[in-house]
């Protein structure tokens, strides 16, 4: 059974940073992509960011140039540092991982930046 749990989200404020970190069971990074997506209050989910299973990233254009994605392949945990946030950057987000049959999701994490 794959699980996907997330942990650091929270209250920031402007200009400041987090790291989420999301832990994976059941799933094995070198055949599957992961990533993050958050949805903002009244609007659609979004991409921020995607490692595929060869290690490659693809960001949303508001995520370039501030948030990182990366892997740790031995823990089953990546992670997502967030730099310069922004109250814009206030959204549930939720890790995700696609292998061969489907897609799972993490239940969220808030992040809420305060101007």
């Known amino acids: 059974q794959v699980q996907l749990v997330e942990s650091g989200g929270g209250l920031v404020r402007a200009g400041g940073s987090l790291r989420l970190s999301c832990t994976a069971s059941g799933i094995t990074f070198s055949s599957s992509n992961i990533g993050w997506y958050r949805q903002a209050p009244g609007k659609q989910r979004e991409l921020v960011a995607i490692i595929s299973r060869g290690g490659s990233t693809v960001y949303a254009d508001s995520a370039q140039g501030r948030f990182t994605i990366s892997r740790d392949i031995a823990e089953n945990t990546f992670y997502l540092q967030m730099n310069s946030l922004e109250p814009e950057d206030t959204a549930v987000y939720s890790c995700?991982?696609?292998?061969?049959?489907?897609?799972?999701w993490g239940k969220g994490t808030l992040i809420t930046v305060s101007s």
């Open positions: 995700w991982a696609q292998n061969q049959w489907r897609a799972y």
